[in-house]
């Protein structure tokens, strides 16, 4: 489709009003040229005989620099720098119309004369520009009325200029509701004293509670507080603010990353937004361009990392999407939340176990994927230290189902989200996530030495820790029990855990997928994310207690349970035999590959496949030790 079968009836009424505003630009400079007297009305017959061609080119000169096509509501800068070149291409065109053509081939004179364009341009300019800026004013005036109106709750900003100028922006169009900015505090010394958008900057974060008072003395109460992202950098002291937002009553929100290809929306302020290190910076252009207009399958779509995985694959583009989930209402949730989406990608959902290996091979047959990230897994270590058989049911053998069909569909990748755990593992979450990593290797590796022109399939395994607000995730269950008025249960005081936001960990796995798939993939099949500093869980526990308004020790008790089975109290990125290695991708490194040869691997999947089947735990074990010599599990 060519850029013309998009034009729209108000595209050809903006073009209409374009070819009026050149004329009129046209006759009236020289009309003001030569103060409307003899000399004016004796160039109206060749005037009349050029205008036409004239006001054609103005037409396609509209068109190529966007004019015709920019919503006159969205008109800024860039459409003010796009009328200043049209002007200036048709007063060019102006000048070459008199100077080689008119001048000396008809009249033997200038016919036009340097005064004359040089009014033209600034005339062209003006009736161009007039209209299309007075209609911005007045839907902006507009917007503005009704925000205001609307229910708009009286809101105070805390970020960044930059940050507080983006959300304006967001009111402006209306996409930002139900509140009504009534001034800034910003961490930045910069911002002081100054105006955004006419919103004044009131002083630093540290200023909200003399601020609020002030607005309150003066019968113009703020509901409520709005945190943006530049809000939770340490310098701005994000706790500070939310514990003293809270004490005053007000509600208090924030405006997620800006980044993304998401419209800026409001969200509560979680706790969890409080405890983490600054994210990546991610280059969301790459992830688009491996994702736009693919076929994707994820398995375990229904969980929190799938889901998320789903979330943001419909985001970059994707053209159709597959989530394969055992959970019937998980996958309707899923489904319906990414219908929801309308982001044109055709969602289906289908009900399967990855154990079920023809399932799941005639599923990826009838889909055709090209990209497949492998989320399902058995991933509760205690759980898993009791129903260990389960464990290698669904990581090991489960996980080579996928990878098999993937193959067998003719994917370009599949990328298996795997766990710090897998590291000299201690678990059977750890073991039965590095047996699988360890196929998926070996197949990458046996794949990639088959002669032939075609790019073989990539298979990689992405490791990471511990994911906020996920299922399970400890976040959530000390918000519960200190909701429930304690005590919050720590299993030893020394215990260590590595912390990222569902959002950066699922972005940085489709990073991690694009460097598999870019010509720098070297020999890399297993990626791990930078988590930043460990956090000490203990301290995790206080610092949610206190942002909760509460004392620990005082108003909620810390009570230490001990370790659990497959516990260990802190968890290592890289085994002494995979040091890492540096991919020259922010956020992610590779480790350096360590599996045994496929054939070794086969035999080890063939006994476990009887072991399982006569239930012979001993045997699993054996088998098990020897594949992944530095486990060091006390499973039952």
């Known amino acids: 489709m060519t850029r013309f079968s998009h034009l729209t009836p108000r595209n050809f009424l903006i073009a209409l009003h374009d070819v009026i505003a050149t004329a ?364 260990w058989s389960e464990g290698v049911k669904t990581n090991i053998f489960g996980s080579i189902n996928v990878a098999d069909a993937a193959l067998a569909a003719g994917a370009e990748a599949m990328v298996m989200i795997s766990t710090d755990k897998a590291i000299e593992p201690v678990s059977m979450l750890g073991l039965t996530k590095r047996f699988a990593e360890m196929y998926c290797q070996a197949l990458d590796n046996e794949l990639a030495a088959k002669p032939g022109s075609k790019r073989p399939m990539r298979l990689i395994s992405v490791r990471f820790g511990n994911v906020l607000a996920s299922n399970g995730s400890v976040v959530p269950k000390f918000k519960a029990q200190i909701e429930a008025g304690g005590p919050v249960t720590v299993t030893h005081p020394d215990m260590v855990r590595y912390f990222m936001t569902i959002r950066e960990a699922c972005d940085l796995v489709i990073t991690a997928a694009t460097h598999a798939l870019g010509g720098e993939r070297g020999h890399v099949s297993v990626y791990v994310l930078n988590m930043g500093q460990p956090i000490k869980i203990v301290d995790l526990a206080e610092r949610m207690i206190r942002l909760s308004g509460l004392q620990p020790g005082h108003d909620i008790e810390i009570v230490f349970t001990g370790m659990r089975p497959g516990e260990r109290l802190n968890e290592i990125l890289f085994a002494n035999e995979e040091p890492p290695v540096e991919i020259g991708v922010a956020g992610i490194m590779a480790a350096k590959p360590n599996e045994p040869p496929m054939q070794n691997l086969t035999k080890w999947i063939a006994a476990l496949e009887q072991a399982i089947e006569n239930d012979d735990s001993t045997t699993i074990k054996t088998i098990l030790k020897d594949a992944v010599p530095e486990f060091g599990s006390n499973a039952a």
């Open 24 to 387: 009129l630009a046209f006759f009236a400079a020289f009309y003001l040229r030569f103060d409307g007297g003899a000399e004016f009305y004796d160039r109206i017959p060749l005037l009349s005989q050029i205008l036409p061609y004239f006001l054609v080119l103005s037409v396609v000169v509209s068109y190529v620099f966007n004019l015709t096509t920019t919503k006159w509501r969205f008109t800024s800068l860039p459409d003010a720098l796009n009328i200043l070149r049209v002007a200036t291409v048709m007063t060019l065109a102006l000048l070459v119309l008199d100077y080689i053509l008119v001048a000396p081939n008809v009249r033997g004179a200038y016919f036009v004369g340097k005064v004359t364009i040089v009014l033209f341009w600034f005339l062209e300019v003006s009736f161009l520009g007039a209209l299309r800026f007075a209609y911005r004013y007045f839907r902006y005036t507009r917007v503005r009325r009704h925000a205001r109106v609307e229910e708009a709750a009286p809101t105070l900003l805390i970020g960044r200029a930059a940050d507080a100028e983006i959300l304006l922006r967001g009111i402006e169009s209306g996409a930002v509701k139900h509140i009504w900015p009534v001034g800034l505090l910003s961490p930045s010394s910069a911002d002081q004293g100054q105006l955004i958008r006419n919103l004044p900057v009131l002083g630093g974060v540290d200023d909200v509670e003399d601020v609020i008072q002030d607005f309150g003395r003066r019968n113009k109460s703020i509901a409520r507080v709005l945190m943006m992202p530049s809000a939770f950098e340490p310098d701005a002291h994000p706790e500070s603010v939310l514990m003293r937002a809270k004490r005053l009553g007000l509600i208090v929100s924030r405006l997620p990353s800006l980044e993304g290809g998401e419209a800026p929306r409001l969200a509560p302020v979680a706790v969890e937004d409080l405890l983490l290190r600054p994210s990546e910076n991610i280059d969301y252009a790459r992830l688009e361009a491996l994702v736009k207009g693919k076929a994707v399958i994820v398995t375990g779509g229904g969980g929190s990392i799938g889901s998320e995985v789903c979330h943001r694959v419909v985001t970059f583009g994707a053209a159709r999407l597959l989530v394969i989930e055992n959970s019937e209402p998980a996958l309707y949730a899923v489904t319906e939340a990414l219908i929801a989406l309308g982001s044109g990608a055709v969602i289906d959902g289908r009900i399967a176990d990855i154990r079920d290996r023809d399932r799941v091979l005639r599923l990826m047959k009838e889909f055709k994927p090209d990209l497949v990230f492998h989320a399902a897994a058995l991933k509760h270590v205690p759980i898993l230290e009791r129903d």
